[in-house]
């Protein structure tokens, strides 16, 4: 492999606070030298390849250290929309209109094809809910229709479908919510797969792959695999065609069973469990599942559910970091935090100096009190966020307003407190529930609803660099542009750091590199499968 050499570029190190250098010398996939102002003669002898980079903008590969890897790409293989942007609004309004958009999207699908619907803004709706199992039959007779609501927190089945999966229907509407969807979401996804086969499985793994490379992405932490389906093959097939793939992805097995993750772990960098599904502490807003302490503005003498006794919770992750997983759950609102934080305590006070030496996380820590985000930051845990669903609820759903109080709305997400305090921030898109597309989610970091926890960019950006890095214990390795680490990064179309904060959002990606080279997009190949499945295998 050729040395490379780029210069005429602006190159934000992330190291420290305005950093930048103009070239970037890149020997075997790491950055041997870094030049704050550069000339012919600084070149050592050498055969070398030089890019120009044309005075575009660099900054480090970025991390997603939130989505689900394998629902993403089931959602994009299988399934359509519900809920669009347009310039008016959330289209659709009602559920007029929504039978409308059902019945003109199965109008192109083949009468025996499944009905996989995704992205439906529960808030946006008039009548406030998703379609009944009446409804889904009436407007589309015989056929098996799955809804699941935009935060992936509640869903709909028509009859059919219902049958084919081998769900119960507790209230006889076909809508479940609560723990009657979070934990048999993996029956769904073991149909959808069914449905997918290994074909279309690969096809849409290398175009998810391919859209997150061309938004800056070289990392994505992958919360996958369902504790429900005692024949899940989420896990097994994640870390299979991981290690065929550029973009590096960490996996996370959402299993609370232990010996049923260990056969998995061989494939890993390090031991990793949970995220969400049999790790969600709670549900979410929108569904009103979330857990309060204070009662849903929209239902009162409702404050959510928690899915586990604090006992429960306890035992779950004093097994797990006795067994040396580093452990992440979903805890959204302020009962749920609580008792996850509690077990964590638990298990990190009994280290004393070594302390969360597995670096354990919450995911969401969206409606923290202020003592749990104090106790949080005592006990380094770490903290990844999505204030991307934050901004775009408060721009388009009105969802927050509508079901919390004004006192609990002004909870949410306090980000500049945690920075301040010296927290560690995770950013991540929680796809498919939003875009992989980081300048959005960045974009709702500097631009978050609530002014006074608004981050600047450089703050927000760490969460997506390197703060990513060192969830996965690779702060040495990447997350920043420095010499002896690989050469991850993306080129920009201009400078984030010298834009309008509210024009973030609008920030494209010209080119990713990973490990010194270009991506360019994948395409199936039998050699890619080989190296998936029969190939030696790199650890994710």
């Not at 120009?52 to 089931?74: E, K, Q, S, Y």
């Not at 919360?223 to 896990?235: R, S």
Request: hydrophobic share 40%.
């Amino acid at each position: 492999m050729k040395d490379t050499l780029f210069i005429n570029a602006k190159i934000y190190s992330m190291e420290k606070q305005g950093e930048c250098f103009t070239a970037m010398h890149v020997k075997k996939g790491r950055i041997h030298k870094l030049f704050a102002s550069f000339s012919a003669e600084d070149i050592e002898p050498g055969d070398y390849r030089l890019v120009n980079l044309g005075g575009r903008t660099v900054i480090p590969g970025l991390i997603d250290t939130h989505a689900h890897f394998i629902m993403t790409v089931g959602a994009h293989a299988l399934g359509e929309r519900v809920s669009d942007v347009t310039p008016a609004g959330l289209f659709p309004i009602d559920l007029k209109g929504v039978r409308q958009k059902l019945i003109d999207v199965a109008k192109k699908k083949k009468k025996r094809q499944p009905l996989l619907f995704y992205n439906y803004v529960i808030p946006s709706i008039a009548e406030k809910r998703l379609p009944s199992k009446a409804e889904l039959d009436e407007w589309l007779p015989g056929r098996d229709v799955i809804i699941i609501s935009m935060d992936g927190h509640s869903s709909s089945y028509s009859t059919s479908a219902l049958k084919a999966i081998g769900l119960d229907d507790p209230d006889g509407n076909g809508i479940l919510i609560g723990e009657a969807h979070e934990f048999n979401m993996g029956k769904v996804n073991s149909y959808v797969q069914s449905k997918l086969g290994l074909g279309m499985l690969l096809k849409g793994t290398i175009d998810i792959s391919n859209d997150a490379a061309a938004h800056g992405l070289t990392g994505i932490h992958c919360l996958d695999g369902f504790d429900d389906d005692p024949k899940d093959m989420t896990v097994w097939f994640i870390t299979r065609i991981a290690s065929a793939l550029p973009i590096k992805l960490r996996t996370y097995i959402q299993y609370t069973d232990i010996r049923k993750a260990e056969p998995h772990v061989k494939y890993l960098s390090m031991k990793r469990l949970g995220g969400c599904a049999a790790w969600e502490m709670d549900g979410s807003v929108s569904s009103q599942t979330a857990a309060f302490f204070d009662d849903y503005k929209s239902k009162p003498g409702y404050n959510g559910e928690c899915y586990y006794t604090q006992e429960q919770v306890d035992s779950m992750v004093e097994e797990a970091d006795e067994a040396g997983f580093q452990i992440t759950s979903h805890a959204l609102g302020p009962r749920a935090i609580e008792v996850i934080l509690n077990a964590y305590e638990k298990v990190i006070s009994k280290k004393g100096e070594t302390g969360n030496n597995l670096r354990h996380r919450i995911d969401h820590f969206e409606f923290p009190t202020d003592s749990q985000v104090q106790r949080a930051v005592k006990s380094r845990i770490l903290l990844a966020v999505q204030p991307g669903f934050s901004w775009f609820d408060e721009k388009y759903q009105k969802g927050y307003r509508l079901f919390l109080s004004d006192a609990v709305f002004n909870m949410q997400v306090p980000l500049k407190k945690i920075a301040s305090l010296g927290g560690m921030l995770l950013g991540g898109s929680d796809s498919p529930v939003q875009h992989f597309n980081p300048f959005l989610h960045l974009h709702g970091m500097v631009n978050f609803p609530l002014e006074n926890q608004r981050l600047s960019f450089f703050e927000a950006l760490k969460t997506y660099t390197i703060n990513g890095a060192y969830a996965t214990f690779e702060e040495n390795e990447r997350g920043t542009l420095s010499e002896g680490k690989i050469a991850d990064f993306a080129v920009l179309d201009r400078d984030p750091f010298e834009i309008e904060q509210i024009d973030i959002q609008s920030v494209k990606v010209i080119d990713t590199y990973i490990n010194g080279i270009k991506y360019k997009p994948l395409k199936i190949s039998w050699m890619l499968v080989l190296r998936a499945f029969l190939g030696g295998r790199k650890k994710v």
